[in-house]
């Protein structure tokens, strides 16, 4: 079974220009996660999607970042303009269903200089 | 916020010895989770304990969750140079905290374990 997926696997920007991530998902899980994972740290969660609809945005910084699931399936992350603080892991996981463990991509690693 | 601490911050043993880190939590949950990141394979899930159980088993791994202290433990048995890698408990909400829907993971800071050939 194909894991989750991610594009690319690495990117530098400088601050003030904008990114995109891609997440493809394992195929039929219905939830899709974005979490953000600043060297040293855990991973933090920005948004959960359950198919195509939000569930959890309350931690997404919408003043710069925005997501979407487009048909239930593959995701973008999007940040505009980027901050130095932004630099960070970008990591997409994918689930069945709520209440379920969740199967992690191998992440974006952005660098804004 | 972090919502879980895991303790110790960092632990080094040799291969062969047990190995067992700690998590606690400050609200209620509805699973705990714990996860292993190494730079080879990213971040895999390991176990996942419910609420309601007080121990799980996986092959090597034993979890045990006590809900009244908001704690749980990790215990890796003959542990194994492969075991490398920094261990992440994490926390869904409950149910009655999200409607059923929301159950984005919160994740403490891990524990970096290194065993010793």
């Known amino acids: 079974e194909a894991g989750v997926a991610q594009s690319p696997r690495y990117k530098i920007i400088e601050k003030r220009q904008s990114v995109a991530f891609w997440c493809n998902p394992i195929?039929?899980?219905?939830?899709l996660y974005w979490y953000q994972q600043i060297l040293g740290q855990g991973p933090k969660l920005l948004i959960q999607?359950?198919?195509?609809?939000?569930?959890?945005d309350s931690q997404l910084p919408k003043d710069r970042f925005s997501a979407e699931r487009l048909k239930g399936v593959d995701s973008t992350l999007k940040i505009q303009p980027a901050k130095l603080e932004d630099s960070a892991v970008y990591l997409c996981?994918?689930?069945?269903?709520?209440?379920?463990?969740?199967?992690f991509g191998p992440g974006t690693r952005l660098t804004v200089t | 916020s972090q919502q879980g601490e895991e303790d110790p911050q960092a632990l080094s043993i040799q291969e062969g010895e047990n190995a067992t880190m700690n998590c606690s939590y400050k609200?209620?949950?509805?699973?705990l989770q714990w996860y292993r990141q190494n730079s080879g394979r990213g971040l895999v899930h390991l176990i996942l304990?419910?609420?309601?159980?007080r121990e799980k088993h996986s092959g090597r791994l034993r979890v045990t969750l006590d809900t009244s202290k908001k704690s749980s433990s990790l215990l890796i048995t003959a542990s194994r140079a492969a075991d490398t890698a920094s261990y992440f408990c994490a926390t869904d909400p409950p149910k009655s905290w999200s409607g059923g829907g929301a159950d984005g993971l919160t994740f403490g800071k891990g524990t970096h374990l290194i065993i010793q050939p």
């Open positions: 999607f359950q198919n195509n609809g939000v569930v959890d």
């Open positions: 996981a994918s689930g069945p269903g709520t209440g379920y463990e969740q199967y």
């Open positions: 195929s039929g899980h219905a939830t």
């Open positions: 609200t209620s949950i509805n699973n």
């Open positions: 304990i419910r609420s309601n159980e």
